[in-house]
């Protein structure tokens, strides 16, 4: 089940023989929330856990396994206190829902769950003495360890990059990805990246819906402030609001993020969709010669502030 796949509440669930089994009732992810792992389906008197290897075919119309009835009264049956809900935005890539037709859910963390309570008089005991064994080894490490760290991740503030491209060269109006190779440096490390921007060239027609919305709300700290130039935007390349990458469509003169349509205008001021910010602005510096450098900047997704990570 690796191609595209959408799930419909209450479809039917056919078995082996094409009698049914009952109807579609939820989908459960795991907790990493990257995989449909199974399917709940809900029959007369009862919903069971029906494994997604065990089906064979879906379509708009219906779910066929390779199941008989008696199979699936086998299956566990669902217990809703052991599962969690999560928004529909959460459904990995490659599988989509219905809107507002279906709860996804992922299982709870059972063994945070069920800890305490089988937790005996003994292993508590044994659980005491281990930890006071795990404290005196870490404050012994802390110091020597703390060293050693603070040297290995520790990042390196990363520092202006000629892109090997000039302004004269980019399209009007037209964002153009850019791709280069950069070295991020933290404490003993120099790793080779691959990292690309949006270069964005204006044309300069004075245009109040051209704004950028990061200016607006004032999310631009002083290093990007000092470092901008009416004549071109630098967007990065990740989406705020998940850290998908949007894509240019040409026709439509937007950028519109594959993951859940968040939809930005030319210059990245956020017009739609789920994303909390615009698409980060990075400092940019053109040369007299039109040569174009960029600080690569990397921010927190998913909040409406600005915050640079490192
Ligand atoms: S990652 Fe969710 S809209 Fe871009």
Known sequence: MDKEVTYRVGIPVMGVRGESLGRLEKVLLMESRHQVTALVVRSLDSMHILPLDRVTELNAAEIRTNVTPEELHGFPVFDPTQYEEVPPWFFPPGHHIELGALVTIKPLDVREQGEEDALTRRAFMGRSVAILAAAIGVSLLVPIGGYIMAAATTPVKDSWRDLGVKLQDLPM??????????????????????????????????????????????????????????????????????????????????????????????????IGGPAPRPMDQLPVRIASDGSISVIYEQFAIGIAAKKRLA
């Open 173 to 270: 109006d037209e964002p153009v990805s850019h791709s280069f190779r950069a070295f991020s440096v933290s404490g003993w490390m120099r790793v080779p990246e691959e990292r690309s921007v949006w270069l964005i060239r204006h044309s300069g027609v004075s245009d109040p819906q051209s704004e950028p919305e990061d200016k607006i709300l004032g999310l631009d700290s002083p290093l990007e402030l000092a470092n901008s130039d009416p004549r071109l935007t630098v967007l990065s390349p990740i989406c705020p609001h998940l850290g998908c990458e949007p894509q240019w469509h040409k026709g439509q003169k937007l950028f519109i993020c594959p993951c859940h349509h968040s939809i930005y205008q030319l210059n990245g001021k956020r």
